[in-house]
């Protein structure tokens, strides 16, 4: 969705491109899929005691935002009113590109992800959730007698 | 298959890594946008996902209206991507205008990293009747 017009140099970009090709082949795809291209864009990185999830989606009223975690699969859903519907019959719409309508992206947390410690906040039009690891599962070392 | 673990192809994926940011430090994020035009001017609707008011950079040059924005996250430490969709963190787009567009009036709202821009037409080029008189 969102994409860089005109790269400054062609064959890093080439390089880029073909280093991201092989990253998706070596990850195993989960049998939801990759769900790529969807809105909202999303980000997702962990650290050591939580998982973070980062939702691009500018715009929708926070009372449609609907966050669900069940079972390690989170799904974010919500509606996007178009701005566009509301004008009088003689505007001529020149360009369309923002999305509009509901939406609902799914993905799956690791096994450790606690669904009792999730955290979200909507700021700026990114929904950002926090979700903390399980306790007794962070790394410990074992003592050898 | 081979895997990457000697420390030589290590370091240089890392110096590829920092050339990578070099070169694209002035790469940016084209912003989806909606454009209507109506009787009185165009109303523009921009997503800029993570901007707040301050990162916002309009700039209008003659006939060239330029959205810079940077955008912001809260990220905690030592946090490690797994999955990116948004690689970067600048969106810019650059638009042409056309003369009848008054560009001294443009009004500008930032709401949750939607950008709403209206950009009136001059008063010399609305749409006006003309009286044709019987003569």
Known sequence: MYRSLFPRDMFAEMDRLQREMQQAFDLSPTIRGFGRNGFPALNIGGTP?????YAFAPGVDPSSLEVNLERGLLTIAGKRENALAQDDEKAAIHINERFEGTFRRVLTLP??????????????????????RRASSQPRRIAVQ | MNTNTSPRVAERAQL?????????????????VDVIEDSGGITLYADLPGVSRDKLGLHVASDTLTIEAESALSVPEGLESSHTE?????????????????TAAISAELKQGVLKLRIPKAQHAQPRRIEIQAS
């Open chain 2, 86 to 102: 948004v690689g970067l963190a600048r969106f810019r787009r650059v638009f042409t205008l056309s003369k009848e567009l008054d």
């Open chain 2, 16 to 32: 590829a890594r920092k050339e990578d940011s070099a070169r694209y430090s002035d790469a940016a994020l084209t912003p989806p």
């Open chain 1, 111 to 132: 096994d450790d992800a606690d669904p009792d410690a999730v955290t979200a906040k909507y700021r700026d039009g990114v929904l950002h959730i926090s979700v903390q």
């Open chain 1, 49 to 53: 005691q939580t998982v973070e999830i």
